[in-house]
């Protein structure tokens, strides 16, 4: 029964994350691209502050160590920079030309580009199925974006944003080992949020009437996908196998199609779905089980 209602969590993760980018692109119309990213950092860290000082909270009346606040620190700034960046390329992304539905998938590749990403600094041997789902992108990706003309300015940023997000998966990897995985995801969200701050301030003018005309937006992006999504996905795994868990979140990119259609009414040609399919069982098969390690999820 655990499992069943850990499963369904991670469903709902799924859902949550996949209409996130259809918030993403009307807030994309509303505030430029630091300045969404910043608010929405700022609502997601908020979100996880309550949990992280319960738990401290709870450790100290128990009489337990609290984790150390330097390790985090440098784990935060670290992983925050990271985030920052790609999402940075990926609301910029959205903003420029790149559909809601076009976004999901191109974002989901930092799936198979996380092994091959290990392979290449990590030293981490792949399967076969890594390479498979390698194949399988490319020839997804050049139906998605040859069926409409060619790879535009937004869709290679949003390549770039898998990309970003398959080293923040990494970087995520190496540093949850030595701190607390939601004070780690509060922490850059943190760090995410100063930095897009001090860049839109620089580059940027948002202003209140645009702020408060996108406030739905921000708000689901940082509180239900950024806060609720992160806190339902920790829970989730501790009771299914990671497996299971991977392929589950991977419906994210489905839902992002299929909210993109309802909501925003976005449509795709027929190549451009069956590039969709292909890349979809790209991300499937990077995260089947093998003797090798496989992708990990977004931090």
């Excluded at 996130?20 to 119309?29: E, H, L, P, R, T």
């Excluded at 898998?162 to 030595?178: D, K, P």
Aim: aromatic letters at 8%.
């Amino acid at each position: 029964m655990r499992t069943l209602r850990a499963n369904l969590l991670l469903l709902l993760t799924a859902v949550i994350w996949g209409a996130a980018f259809v918030a993403q692109s009307i807030g994309a119309d509303l505030m430029e691209p630091f300045g969404f990213l910043a608010i929405r950092s700022y609502l997601g860290a908020l979100v996880l502050l309550p949990l992280v000082l319960l738990r401290r909270r709870t450790l100290r009346r128990l009489g337990q160590q609290r984790p150390a606040w330097r390790p985090l620190l440098l784990a935060g700034g670290c992983c925050g920079a990271a985030l920052c960046a790609a999402s940075a390329a990926q609301q910029m992304g959205i903003t420029m030309d790149a559909s809601t539905s076009k976004a999901g998938f191109l974002t989901a590749l930092y799936v198979p580009l996380v092994p091959l990403l290990s392979l290449v600094f990590l030293r981490r041997r792949v399967g076969m199925q890594v390479w498979l789902g390698v194949a399988l992108s490319i020839a997804g990706l050049l139906l998605l974006t040859g069926a409409s003309g060619g790879l535009s300015a937004g869709e290679g940023l949003l390549l770039l944003c898998a990309l970003l997000y398959a080293v923040q998966i990494l970087m995520v990897g190496h540093f949850v080992r030595q701190v607390d995985a939601v004070e780690l995801s509060l922490m850059q969200f943190a760090v995410c949020a100063v930095l897009s701050t001090a860049a839109a301030l620089l580059l940027e003018h948002n202003s209140w009437q645009n702020i408060w005309a996108a406030r739905w937006s921000l708000l689901y992006a940082g509180c239900l996908s950024s806060g609720v999504g992160y806190t339902l996905q920790a829970a989730a795994q501790r009771d299914t196998s990671p497996t299971v868990a991977s392929l589950l979140m991977s419906l994210e990119s489905v839902f992002s199609c299929l909210f993109g259609w309802i909501i925003l009414h976005d449509t795709l040609s027929g190549w451009e779905l069956l590039g969709c399919g292909l890349m979809f069982g790209a991300v499937i098969l990077s995260q089947l089980p093998s003797r090798c390690a496989g992708a990990g999820q977004k931090g």
